[in-house]
């Protein structure tokens, strides 16, 4: 799987926007952008995913480079709930046995 | 949405004995799940593949003898941790993919069983 680069952590103010990054830079062209999270103690949560366009869900925006080497998740207004380790994957979106890779993530720490 | 149930949420066993952990789809039905495990303060760590009706297929270095997968319908998968010892103490997660129609179709994850062996 290619590889993904995020910050460690990233703080942001409540109801404040939030704008993770994430970089992958040897995407292939059939690479699929995921975002998860995991909040503390429960298994990680599907958050928006894109290939090459910017989407848009009632969670969160995605926002692809043109070169689609970068990424940015957007939260519009955080809440404390936002709280939670993002995760920025790539991997082919078809077949029975894809899986996903988790590097690190970003720890997102949401101030009151 | 498509749910995915594990269970036990949490297990203390003592070294030596044997513990099965289930997960289940509840909504969808899912020929594939993955079992992930996941060391305090570290990423998830993908351990197998889980398929229905056949053998999982393990990530290299995780031993198909101590952690044996069964997937014997489409809405249940289970992991058996053999002869369990101190190392093997921690959160282990499954997730399914709901089977697409066409195009894409995300994981979704159980809320994960954490496992103390003393």
């Known amino acids: 799987d290619a590889k993904t680069t995020q910050p460690n952590s990233m703080e942001s103010n409540e109801e404040e926007p939030v704008h993770l990054p994430c970089n992958h830079s040897?995407?292939?062209?059939?690479?699929?952008i995921h975002w998860y999270r995991q909040l503390p103690s429960q298994g990680p949560e599907y958050v928006i995913h894109g290939l090459t366009s910017n989407v848009n869900n009632r969670m969160a925006s995605l926002a692809i480079a043109e070169d689609r080497k970068s990424s940015t998740l957007i939260l519009h207004r955080a809440t404390l709930r936002d709280a939670a380790v993002y995760y920025c994957?790539?991997?082919?979106?078809?077949?029975?046995?894809?899986?996903?890779?988790f590097g690190k993530g970003t720890l997102l720490t949401v101030n009151p | 949405g498509a749910v995915v149930s594990q269970h036990p949420s949490w297990v203390i066993c003592k070294s030596g004995t044997s513990v099965k952990i289930e997960c289940r789809s509840l909504d969808f039905q899912a020929t594939t799940m993955f079992w992930y495990r996941q060391f305090p303060k570290q990423s998830l760590m993908l351990m197998a593949t889980s398929n229905e009706g056949s053998k999982a297929t393990y990530e290299q270095g995780v031993e198909k003898d101590k952690f044996l997968i069964n997937h014997a319908s489409l809405t249940l998968s289970t992991l058996t941790v053999t002869s369990a010892h101190p190392e093997d103490s921690s959160f282990y997660i499954c997730s399914a993919r709901t089977d697409p129609t066409g195009g894409y179709s995300p994981l979704h994850f159980g809320n994960g069983t954490r496992l103390t062996v003393t």
């Open positions: 994957i790539l991997s082919g979106s078809g077949g029975s046995n894809y899986k996903l890779t």
């Open positions: 040897t995407i292939s062209g059939t690479d699929y």
